[in-house]
């Protein structure tokens, strides 16, 4: 349909005439969208009651209803199971074996889906399975359509596995004896032969021999040639269940027989068949009856139709390496001929003919020969088994060269695939395929490349350490073109719509550092993570890239290097100017928790993280909240208690000054969690913090006592003068009275001292987690550390970490008052008893 364009209209004859056909086809595109409308009456009869249960709906609509209203009960068969199994089996199941009598093919397929379900679902018990579903599946099998049949086989073969032998034997086996014979229709005898294969691993050998035996031979001698072909499939199956002496006086001559059918295709199979049982046949089978079948199979395949070509080469490694040890070098020499062959078939000219002289292919001979060179790159390790690694660069290096050259992607694809196989078994050798891998690495498929990084890893490491016992230079710095074809292939993947590849090929980068030098990494890969990070507009290749980017930190032992990254994290991300740098910030935090120490992320990250409490930008904090409790674990006490203190006052802000509802959910979601982690302990600091108060308190009490030791000195002397100098009652009053003021001055102050009115309040402080704090125990310590938020003076403290005990104020008080009365009542007695003697003497 050609475009209708309106900004320039030209209304003559012609072009109207244009416009007109344009719109009659648009007419006629709408014309099935209107005949799908359904009408008034059409609507009326899809309509069901809604009161109707589960199980009177289903049998309402199986009876009444239409055809897409059936199949819709049909696909809901294990919900009902579910719910009601005995009403099911009862009610439904009838009608469902009584509509698939004249239903259509869409239900059909969906009742064989919903049985299998059934039976997968183990929804009912296997001799309930078999006596209610069993018989309906039976029915269907030689159904006309052979896409149901099929369906309803698969169902059938799968249940086989579940059913007891006796069920088989009876409901199954027996029947199949006059399904297989030739009065039968085509389609009744290819169900027997998969079933044959099937049910021969069910009975022991003695009972396959009586009753599956002579129908297998049957079949084999089918007069058509498509039921020859599916048996013969099915003689491996056979072969596994009868054991090796059965298979070498029965199937083996069946095998022979066939391998020499007037069809290709059952010549094909037994050739196939042949291929996979080598492991059950002995030396004399191999050498005398296998491998001349083998031989004039290749040598007739290049003359018959290419699709023989196709099998044969598929199985080609398997059969040189099942063959092996009966190959005399002559043997040996022409298959691995015939391999390079196959490898280059398509690709060069034959019998020395031009190109003029050359036929012209056909597409479907070009995708054969693409899919021969695809097998032969699939054999390729098992080719090099076959040659011994030692002799790959005589032997299989040209068709590997050719091969990773190929001008089909597919074949460069699975060599690809096999890249890494083939450097395992080259091992020491590896150095030989270097310029094929960078090859691969700069090829202009995007699959390519997405087969070769699958193992990168895996494949660098080989090719650093393959080659070191070589003399030669093997080493991996020898290839100066691998590092533009790393960065090549990542700009390529970049570039493309591949994110997926683009995130695989970053990901796989990480293993660099064991490969290459660190300043090759810091000039030609770090800095184009972080553009990555910061360009890049997909979210997970974005995280590859700043994983890739921690890794490569982390192996960079230059400081200079090291701190021209980290501040270019800080400033770019998490100081920059787009939101979304800031959350790759947070992520590319999470990534060095991850790989590095806890004390390189709280010296160079953890106050930074914490700034973006004060993000204007929702999602920024919330996502800051979600990483808290991994910025907590990564502290330690005593050593980090700032940082802790730091924590601690960033989520107090978020409790009190948060708006955004969502954010203040999360916040407190994240304050539970933080309640219930625990904070590792550094051992070793502690240990010196302990000393530390010991020898302070120590030096106190040492000054305490000399204090104490220099006031009682004092104490005696002034005792004395007292005594000396008192020479009256009333003098001696006074001076009790002004030493009980002082006193009563120094017990006041020494009250004060002990509790700080700062702390005064600590009783009234509520100890609540979600409102202004939390508590945590830090393990190997015993004791409980109070986390307040209430205020900024509060820190790490511990319940009796001072040898001195502190009193309440009243208490000193108190005790002091009771101290004085005592005194002053003694000075008292003493002024009165000197008054006497003073009284006497003048007497």
Not at 159 to 187: C, D, G, M, W
Request: proline residues 3%; aromatic residues 6%; charged residues 25%.
């Amino acid at each position: 349909m050609r475009p209708i364009i309106f900004s320039k209209m030209d209304f003559s004859h012609s072009s109207l005439f244009g416009y007109i056909e344009d719109l009659q086809e648009l007419t006629i595109i709408e014309r099935p969208v209107r005949r799908s409308l359904k009408t008034p009456e059409e609507i009326e009869r899809l309509t069901v009651d809604e009161e109707l249960s589960d199980i009177e709906r289903a049998v309402y609509l199986l009876s009444s209803g239409q055809d897409i209203q059936g199949t819709s009960v049909v696909a809901n068969l294990p919900v009902l199971m579910r719910q009601n199994p005995a009403e099911t089996l009862r009610r439904v199941l009838p009608k469902i074996r009584e509509v698939l009598h004249v239903a259509g093919v869409e239900m059909q397929l969906t009742a064989a889906v919903s049985f299998l379900t059934v039976l997968q679902e183990e929804l009912v018990s296997v001799h309930t399975y078999s006596h209610s579903f069993l018989h309906i599946i039976l029915q269907n099998l030689e159904h006309r359509d052979a896409g149901v049949s099929n369906a309803w086989l698969e169902t059938l073969l799968a249940v086989i596995e579940a059913l007891p032998k006796e069920t088989v034997r009876h409901e199954i086996l027996n029947p199949l004896v006059s399904k297989a014979q030739l009065s039968q229709t085509l389609q009744s005898r290819l169900v027997s032969c998969k079933i044959m294969g099937k049910v021969a691993n069910k009975f022991e050998a003695h009972i396959i021999k009586r009753e599956v035996l002579p129908l297998v031979k049957s079949l084999c001698r089918d007069v058509e040639y498509e039921v020859r072909t599916c048996m013969c499939r099915q003689l491996e199956h056979v072969a596994r269940g009868i054991g090796t002496e059965l298979t070498k006086t029965v199937v083996l001559p069946e095998l022979v027989e066939l391998a020499r059918d007037e069809g290709s295709s059952v010549r094909l199979a037994a050739f196939e068949t042949l291929v996979n049982l080598l492991d059950m046949f002995d030396a004399d089978d191999r050498s005398q009856t296998v491998l001349p079948l083998v031989k004039s199979f290749c040598e007739k395949s290049f003359k018959a139709d290419e699709s023989i070509l196709v099998s044969l080469s598929f199985h080609l490694g398997k059969l040189c390496n099942g063959l092996y040890g009966i190959f005399t070098p002559e043997q040996h020499l022409r298959f691995l001929e015939f391999y390079k062959k196959l490898s280059t078939l398509g690709l060069q000219q034959e019998n020395g003919r031009n190109d003029n002289q050359l036929h012209l292919q056909t597409l479907e001979q070009e995708k054969k020969y693409i899919s021969v060179r695809k097998n032969c790159a699939y054999n390729f390790p098992a080719m090099i088994v076959f040659v011994d690694p030692k002799n790959f660069h005589l032997e299989l290096y040209s068709i590997f060269f050719c091969l990773c050259h190929d001008p089909e992607v597919p074949v460069r694809y699975t060599m690809a695939i096999s890249f890494f196989e083939v450097a395992k078994l080259l091992n020491s050798d590896v150095y030989t395929i270097h310029k094929e891998l960078v090859t691969l690495l700069q090829d202009e498929s995007l699959e390519v490349l997405d087969a070769l990084v699958g193992h990168l890893p895996e494949i660098l490491e080989l090719m650093t350490n393959g080659g070191e016992n070589n003399g030669s230079e093997s080493k991996l710095l020898s290839i100066p073109d691998l590092i533009p074809a790393l960065t090549t292939a990542e700009q390529r993947a970049a570039a493309s719509l591949k994110w997926r590849t683009h995130e695989k090929l970053l990901q796989k980068y990480a293993c660099l550092p064991h490969i290459i030098s660190s300043d090759q990494i810091y000039y030609r890969f770090l800095h184009r993570m972080l553009t990555i990070i910061l360009t890049n507009n997909v979210l997970p290749v974005q995280k590859a890239a700043a994983r890739t980017l921690c890794v490569y930190l982390r192996y960079n032992r230059k400081q200079e290097q090291r701190h021209e990254v980290i501040q270019k994290l800080i400033e770019q991300l998490g100081q920059g100017k787009s939101y979304w740098n800031r959350l790759r910030f947070l992520d590319t935090c999470e990534f060095i928790i991850e790989l590095f120490s806890k004390s390189f992320f709280c010296k160079y990250f953890f106050l930074p993280v914490l700034e973006l409490t004060h993000d204007p930008v929702a999602n920024v904090r919330m996502k800051l909240c979600c990483l808290l409790p991994k910025v907590k674990s990564t502290l330690k006490i005593p050593t980090d208690k700032h940082l802790l203190q730091q924590l601690e006052l960033c989520i107090r802000k978020l409790l009190c000054q948060e708006k955004d509802k969502d954010v203040l959910t999360i916040v407190k979601r994240t304050v539970l969690e933080l309640d219930r982690m625990e904070i590792s302990v550094d051992a070793e600091q502690l240990e010196k913090e302990k000393q530390k108060n010991e020898g302070r308190s120590t030096n106190i009490n040492d000054k305490m006592f000399e204090k104490k030791r220099r006031d009682s000195k004092t104490s005696s002397v002034l005792a004395k003068s007292i005594n000396l100098s008192i020479s009256g009652s009333s003098s001696g009053t006074s001076a009790g009275k002004e030493e009980k003021k002082s006193k009563l001055v120094r017990s006041q102050s020494f009250s004060t001292q002990v509790l700080h009115p700062k702390y005064s309040n600590i009783d009234k402080c509520p100890n609540k987690s979600s409102a202004t704090g939390y508590t945590s125990s830090v393990p190997g310590m015993g004791k409980s550390y109070m986390l307040s938020f209430s205020d900024d003076s509060f820190r790490t403290h511990s319940a009796g970490n001072s040898g001195n005990a502190a009193f309440p104020s009243s208490c000193s008080r108190n005790l002091f008052n009771s101290a004085d009365q005592k005194n002053n009542g003694n000075k008292e007695s003493q002024s009165r008893k000197m008054s006497i003697k003073n009284r006497k003497s003048n007497s």
